[in-house]
């Protein structure tokens, strides 16, 4: 049987109260704070309260639902779940002590599962109509313009740490609610809404492409690169650019997306801002990767060497709603070695390192992934199982999905 949750516990008592100074906050304000977080994030009421979170405290909810745990990160500045004392339960539900099978909560019983096939269908039935709408406004009210950017911060920020649940909730309803801004909208405030729509197409793409909906994801990568050139915003423009690859990769057109991402890699050229240098260095970092599928291993490193030259010049961080930096170059040279079948280069660029934190989630959790890769061929079952261990910790959603992680799970399990 688990015991108490420390972790959260001490997360918690870390924080300032807001009504009693000098002492810690309370479970109630932990709750009402978790509350105002998701209403401004996301335009949906939630009702967690003081009594709740002393049942995670006591442990007797080990795995609460993704919008909560969202909630709890944001507001206890916590950047994993298990910063917070969560872990996922082999099911990957909600557990009350006695009961593995029972959801924590009314609200827990209506929170979609992308793991589980009937919430996926229903995810995908309501994006494929809002997609069809695209240009069609619906007549419900629309969120003040800050708060649409809080929303859309908020699912940039799911994107990249794989919490699909949550972005099935969300995103077709955010999408719907751009769409219509959009059409009232003029002059910069259009643009800005352009770039939000863009970026919220591409956290649709990541559920259809994660879970195998290749012709839907080309439609949506379809507009996301019309909202983009509506934008008028050059790094959103690039960003479109990076995420269409996928739709070469989906059909093993690898060298026409190496020409494609290096095409708009120059027509962005690498600018002066440390963002026009990031988005031209992610576009040779995915296009080195392009390069090593098609069996090109000089073009691979040219391209490697171009993203390494301008990550040494800017900070790891987000741009365009795209992670670059010295980690993520680096995470993406041990891709490379393996899709190159260059056992002793994927090894060595592992040796001694660990992803900053500062590289989101789901990057760093594939990094593991690919490092287990490693330590498999390597003939190292021990080492793998750590290494997956780490990605599920640090992604779970990614990795339940994740089509090498299965594959190898199932060959470490054979041993």
């Known amino acids: 049987m688990p015991g108490a949750n420390v972790q959260l516990r001490t997360c918690r008592e870390r924080m300032p109260s807001r009504r009693a100074p000098g002492e810690p906050m309370t479970r109630t304000e932990l709750a009402e704070a978790v509350n105002d977080y998701l209403w401004q994030s996301t335009g949906r009421r939630s009702q967690l309260d003081g009594h709740t979170i002393a049942r995670y405290e006591r ?4 795995w609460p639902s993704a919008h909560y745990r969202s909630g709890l990160r944001h507001v206890l500045d916590a950047d994993t779940d298990a910063e917070l004392g969560f872990h996922p339960t082999p099911r990957g539900n909600s557990y009350r002590v ?3 099978n029972a959801p924590e909560d009314q609200h827990q019983r209506a929170a979609p599962r992308v793991h589980d096939d009937a919430p996926i269908d229903a995810f995908i039935s309501d994006l494929r109509r809002v997609l069809e709408r695209y240009d069609m406004p619906d007549d419900a009210p629309v969120r003040p313009l800050e708060q649409l950017r809080e929303a859309v911060r908020s699912v940039v920020r799911w994107r990249l740490n794989s919490e699909y649940a949550l972005l099935a909730h969300y995103v077709p309803t955010l999408i719907r609610e751009l769409t219509t801004a959009t059409f009232s909208a003029t002059g910069s405030a259009r643009c800005e809404l352009m770039v939000m729509l863009a970026q919220t197409y591409r956290a649709a793409d990541a559920i259809a492409d994660k879970f195998g909906f290749v012709d839907l994801s080309a439609r949506i990568i379809t507009l996301m690169r019309w909202a983009a050139s509506a934008s008028g915003h050059g790094l959103t423009i690039g960003m479109a650019s990076y995420v269409r690859a996928e739709t070469f990769f989906a059909t093993t057109q690898f060298d026409h997306a190496r020409r494609m991402l290096t095409t708009a890699a120059n027509d962005l050229g690498s600018g002066s801002a440390p963002a026009g240098h990031a988005v031209y260095g992610a576009l040779h970092m995915r296009a080195a990767v392009a ?12 391209h490697l060497i171009e993203a390494s030259d301008v990550a040494r010049h800017v900070p790891e961080g987000l741009y365009a709603g795209t992670a670059f930096g010295p980690g993520s170059v680096r995470i993406h ?10 056992l002793g280069a994927a090894l060595s660029v592992a040796a001694g390192w660990s992803p900053p934190e500062t590289v989101p989630a789901e990057r760093r959790s594939h990094y593991y992934i690919d490092l287990a890769r490693a330590q498999h061929q390597a003939g190292r079952p021990l080492e793998a199982r750590d290494a997956l261990a780490v990605a599920r910790r640090l992604a779970p959603e990614h990795v339940r999905v994740h089509t090498q992680a299965k594959a190898l799970t199932a060959a470490l399990s054979a041993r």
């Open 59 to 62: 442990g007797a909810v080990r």
């Open 291 to 302: 390069a090593a599928r098609a069996g090109s291993p000089r073009q691979a490193d040219d």
């Open 98 to 100: 006695g009961d593995s």
């Open 333 to 342: 040279r041990l891709t490379l070695a393996l899709d190159l079948s260059d």
